[in-house]
């Protein structure tokens, strides 16, 4: 019944995830500047020899068309390259820094959702009233700045005026001597998770708000006040569940963004996820470790996309194919 | 049965100049129990407003609904949602009105379960036997508002109405949205089981034909007031008000020509179909006019006549 649906969807997805890892790869490759350059500037001027003996170990003075199949064929064989910087596997390296990403995002992706959609449809649901107006306008507020002001204001009044949170990093120094304390990797934690939640919360706060007023407006709302049922009921039988049909995509999608890491949140908090990662592999032309981070993202929201798919079909009736009449 | 009295609403907009816009503007009737009445206007003239109010879904800004001897404006929400059950709505888009996630079962079950303590065969049972009367299988119970047609999901509302006897329905354009022979059975369908449970309508509707079909009398509505009221025949026979001639005007460039002149400009104080009536004079700028009751049950707002 649904199979035709799911291969169709598979087929889509894979042919998405196709795509952007061939314009990944070109736009790496046509990207000026190598890791050789990086590392000794000028080398290849002092040593030709050197420099070129480095693009034939990596393989970087075959036909680019060459390289192209190289890489695909490798892809799909699990070998996604060597950093040059870290000198590991990609995957490796990768995997490690997720786990740190992971720290931060998971609880700010919760949070954010949770708070995003609870308010969303609660002002939804009232709109037009002065609160809901004045929570709109914070909301324009905190969207309108972008995340890495409010990431240094943060840091300057809580880390640096008041003293509460360290200024950056995951640690502390003594953790050298003493091991990691997981409290303390909470203490540098919180700053990060606060500001990932403060501005994800209105892009999801939005929608939801959104979703609700349409919903609100339908006849079955008023019927169902009409038929008497009490206004809780009205809200949570038939309002929440019908405005809450369009988050599911913007739910999997900021649990895709949980794994893709924030280059500008762990930049400015010095945090070593896979934002700081791909941040570090821009700057040394690290190609290989940023075809890998590219591709893993490419990945995950193209995962995330089919899951979404496929969870409306148990959602929304309407979207159930192929039943027989 | 239902009486309004000087029933208002006025919806104010706008920030620094607050425009007040009069939706319903001083409108009172009386209805008889088993009576249909057809209310017909153009858009934007107040109709839908007028059945909102009289099921206190919206709040008025002035006067009363009596609902078999009840004001309603008295009651206390707790109260007023007891007497939910007795007054009913249906709405122009059945597929707007059912709940998309809902089966048609779940829906026609909801306001059993809501206000009739049933065991569950019971209710399954009552549910088939009101499928059944509104001409739909028990093949249907399970599937959603989307795999059924207009005409079929309009069916399944006034089951869901019908579950809980109500007294009193306000029909908002129930046919509106279907196509014409769908829209025959249907008003059919009302009428048989309007005699059979002896219901009380209020007709929302701009179709002329559809109203003079369904209905003992009629309410001609312009801009928030009643203009013409009396029987069918009286009225789409033998109208008195010039909006109600323009609007049964079978000849359609006059009707047009009739039609033309500004909405805008309403003087405060005069008439408010002056802009736009073919007999207006002078005084009818400067004066409203007053319902005048020209035979028995007829009553026209025009001071020409």
């Not at chain 2, 059950?85 to 249906?90: A, D, G, H, L, S």
């Not at chain 2, 354009?173 to 025959?184: F, I, M, N, Y």
């Amino acid at each position: 019944m649904y199979a035709e649906y799911i291969i169709k969807r598979f087929f889509y997805s894979f042919l998405a995830f196709f795509i952007s890892i061939s314009i990944t790869f070109s736009i790496l490759h046509l990207m000026p500047g190598d890791y050789i350059h990086y590392l000794a500037p000028y080398l290849a001027e002092v040593n030709p020899e050197a420099s070129e003996l480095f693009r034939h170990q990596f393989g970087l003075d075959k036909p680019i068309i060459e390289q192209y199949f190289i890489y695909i064929y490798n892809v799909f064989h699990g070998n996604w390259g060597y950093s040059f910087q870290y000198r590991v596997p990609v995957l490796k390296i990768i995997s490690e820094k997720l786990y740190w990403t992971l720290i931060i995002l998971l609880p700010s992706t919760f949070l954010s959702i949770v708070i995003g959609i609870f308010m969303g449809a609660h002002f939804g649901w009232r709109s037009g009233t002065k609160k809901d107006l004045s929570v709109l306008n914070v909301m324009i507020f905190i969207r309108a700045i972008p995340s890495y002001w409010w990431a240094i204001m943060l840091i300057l009044v809580f880390g640096f005026y008041f003293n509460l949170f360290p200024l950056g990093g995951f640690i502390s120094i003594s953790a050298l001597e003493l091991g990691i304390n997981y409290l303390d990797v909470l203490h540098h934690a919180i700053l990060p998770i606060f500001t990932l939640t403060l501005c994800s919360i209105p892009g999801i706060y939005y929608l939801m708000r959104n979703s609700m007023l349409l919903t609100v407006g339908e006849d079955y709302i008023i019927t169902a006040r009409a038929k008497g049922l009490e206004e809780r009921n009205v809200l949570r039988k038939h309002a929440l569940k019908n405005a809450m049909l369009p988050m599911i995509t913007m739910i999997t999608l900021e649990c895709a963004h949980m794994i893709t890491g924030s280059i500008f949140i762990e930049t400015i908090f010095s945090w070593p996820g896979l934002g700081l990662l791909t941040f570090n592999a821009i700057l040394a032309r690290d190609l290989f470790l940023l075809q890998g981070i590219f591709l893993i993202c490419t990945l995950i929201i193209i995962i995330a996309n089919f899951i979404a798919d496929l969870s409306y079909l148990y959602i929304d009736p309407r979207i159930k194919v192929g039943e027989s009449a | 049965m239902i009486e309004v009295k000087d029933l208002r609403k006025h919806f104010s907009s706008g920030i620094l100049k607050k425009h007040s816009t009069k939706a319903v503007d001083g409108i009172s009737f009386l209805m008889e129990r088993g009576e249909t009445l057809g209310l017909v206007g153009e858009s934007g003239c107040g109709k839908t407003t007028i059945g909102r109010l009289l099921l206190r879904l919206l709040e008025p800004t002035s006067g009363k609904v009596i609902f078999d001897g009840i004001d309603l404006q008295q009651l206390k929400k707790a109260e007023l949602r007891r007497l939910r059950p007795r007054m009913q709505m249906i709405f122009q888009d059945p597929d707007a009105s059912l709940n998309p996630r809902m089966t048609i079962a779940d829906s026609i079950a909801e306001p059993l379960k809501l206000w009739r303590k049933m065991g569950k065969s019971e209710l399954k049972e009552r549910v088939s036997e009101l499928l059944e009367m509104v001409g739909l299988n028990p093949e249907h119970l399970n599937r959603y508002p989307y795999q059924l047609s207009g005409g079929q999901n309009q069916r399944v509302v006034f089951a869901r109405v019908l579950a809980l006897n109500p007294d009193f329905i306000v029909a908002d354009e129930p046919t509106s949205s279907l196509d014409v022979s769908v829209q025959a059975q249907i008003l059919n369908m009302m009428q048989e089981l309007k005699k059979e449970f002896n219901l009380t309508v209020l007709f929302i509707s701009h179709d002329l034909e559809v109203v003079r079909h369904i209905s003992d009398r009629i309410a001609v509505m312009y801009r928030g007031k009643i203009v013409e009221m009396g029987n069918t025949k009286d009225v789409l026979g033998y109208g008195k008000h010039p909006y109600t001639n323009a609007l049964v005007s079978p000849v359609v460039i006059e009707e047009d020509a009739l039609l033309q002149g500004d909405m805008k400009p309403v003087n405060a104080f005069g008439c408010v179909f002056y802009p736009r009536c073919p007999f207006a004079a002078e005084s009818c700028s400067k004066r409203e006019p007053e319902m005048v009751e020209v035979e028995k049950g007829h009553w026209v707002l025009c001071d020409k006549i």
